[in-house]
């Protein structure tokens, strides 16, 4: 079933389009959206797993769906907290200064529960009273370079809702890169391609596979 998707609008949200690093980030804060999809679809929704478009499921998720150990809570989310892109984005600098070492120390510095989150993936419970208050916080929230993974933070781990998911749930690529021994004490469930896509687009708007990924 497909189910449509509001458009943000620059006259509803002035604040929040004057401070994105591009236009193409207000794509990310429509996954707001998530949390309204019971009163959308017509139905009870207990829960909703979200993955971005760059991710591939490559291990067993019937934990993550149904047990009661990884149940989204009632005003929060349940997704990776260890993975902060700032601390990503210094380990391949400091590869390409100084070699691995110094890398896999920076990366492995990234993965620490409760440092931050990332919003690649999502496991939550709809609530149409949640969408409404995120929407209300989205009016005057002016993004600071994170775009909606700042946002989430803010809203949720910063202030202890968000249930902590092994990171093996949303691993970022460019840890397989940067700190392969990290990468390597994976029990890998979602990897995201966070360097290299699996794809590339050609002039012609056509999609074609990228082995090298």
């Not at 999502?122 to 916080?137: C, E």
């Not at 009016?139 to 909606?148: I, L, N, V």
Request: aromatic residues 10%.
């Amino acid at each position: 079933e497909i189910v449509p998707v509001d458009e943000l609008r620059p006259l509803d949200f002035p604040i929040l389009f004057e401070g994105l690093e591009k236009p193409s980030c207000e794509h990310g804060f429509k996954k707001l959206q998530l949390w309204d999809l019971s009163r959308r679809m017509g139905r009870r929704l207990d829960r909703v797993l979200y993955m971005e478009n760059d991710a591939l499921v490559v291990g067993d998720l019937q934990k993550l769906l149904y047990s009661a150990e990884h149940e989204p809570p009632n005003a929060g989310v349940a997704m990776s907290t260890e993975y902060d892109w700032r601390a990503g984005r210094a380990a391949r600098a400091a590869q390409d200064e100084t070699g691995p070492h110094i890398a896999d120390a920076v990366a492995g510095a990234a993965f620490k529960l409760g440092s931050y989150c990332h919003a690649g993936m999502l496991l939550l419970r709809p609530s149409t009273a949640m969408h409404d208050a995120l929407m209300r916080r989205l009016a005057a929230y002016r993004p600071r370079g994170g775009a909606e993974h700042d946002f989430l933070h803010d809203v949720f781990t910063a202030a202890g809702r968000t249930r902590a998911l092994d990171a093996s749930y949303n691993a970022p690529t460019w840890i397989r890169i940067c700190a392969p021994d990290v990468w390597s004490r994976y029990e890998l469930k979602i990897i995201r391609f966070s360097a290299t896509k699996p794809w590339s687009v050609t002039a012609a708007g056509a999609v074609e596979p990228n082995f090298a990924a």
